[in-house]
């Protein structure tokens, strides 16, 4: 019983939809004939998608005296990674420090840190000829002054494509 039924609805359904796609068209002599399954849907219009580039920070942070990278910049630098990987852009590292310890000693950090990034953006497919590493200790600092949260701002690496 249950199948006749499901039988029977299929085939309303198919009958429904062959409705649904007919036309009627005139003949020369004004006379109308019934063409089923016969139209045909209107063109499609293809926009070129733009794609967009979304900016990413270009700053890594560090602990004080520190190089090792922190968890949460590992996803910033996969973005980075992502959008170096094959691309023909030179990037450089610039690695900085705060004030605190000799200038030779801040050049020295601040080389580290840059290695370390262009270590982790090696290790996820950036080609290592594409980077380039320098650090300027702490001759440039992002922000002036002797604060803590001075120096936390100065203790990074700057991505410059």
């Given at each position: 019983?249950?199948?006749?039924?499901?039988?029977?609805?299929?085939?309303?359904?198919?009958?429904?939809?062959?409705?649904g796609?007919?036309?009627?068209?005139?003949?020369?002599?004004?006379?109308?004939?019934?063409?089923?399954?016969?139209?045909?849907?209107?063109?499609?219009?293809?926009?070129?998608?733009?794609?967009?580039?979304?900016?990413?920070?270009?700053?890594?942070?560090?602990?004080?005296?520190?190089?090792?990278?922190?968890?949460?910049?590992?996803?910033?630098?996969?973005?980075?990674?992502?959008?170096?990987?094959?691309?023909?852009?030179?990037?450089?590292?610039?690695?900085?420090a705060?004030?605190?310890?000799?200038?030779?000693?801040?050049?020295?950090?601040?080389?580290?840190?840059?290695?370390?990034?262009?270590?982790?953006?090696?290790?996820?497919?950036?080609?290592s000829?594409?980077?380039?590493?320098?650090?300027?200790?702490?001759?440039?600092?992002?922000?002036?002054?002797?604060?803590?949260?001075?120096?936390?701002?100065?203790?990074?690496?700057?991505?410059?494509?």
């Amino acid at each position: 019983m249950f199948k006749s039924v499901k039988t029977g609805l299929g085939l309303a359904a198919v009958f429904a939809v062959l409705a649904g796609c007919s036309t009627t068209d005139t003949v020369d002599g004004g006379q109308e004939t019934q063409v089923v399954g016969t139209t045909t849907p209107p063109p499609v219009v293809e926009t070129p998608v733009e794609e967009t580039v979304v900016p990413l920070d270009n700053t890594v942070y560090f602990d004080f005296d520190k190089s090792l990278l922190k968890p949460e910049t590992r996803e910033l630098l996969i973005q980075h990674a992502d959008r170096l990987r094959g691309s023909a852009h030179n990037v450089r590292l610039e690695g900085h420090a705060d004030e605190l310890g000799t200038r030779e000693y801040n050049l020295a950090l601040g080389e580290r840190r840059a290695n370390a990034v262009r270590d982790f953006l090696v290790l996820q497919g950036v080609d290592s000829g594409s980077l380039e590493v320098i650090s300027y200790g702490e001759e440039r600092p992002a922000v002036p002054g002797d604060s803590e949260s001075a120096r936390a701002m100065n203790r990074r690496v700057v991505i410059v494509e």
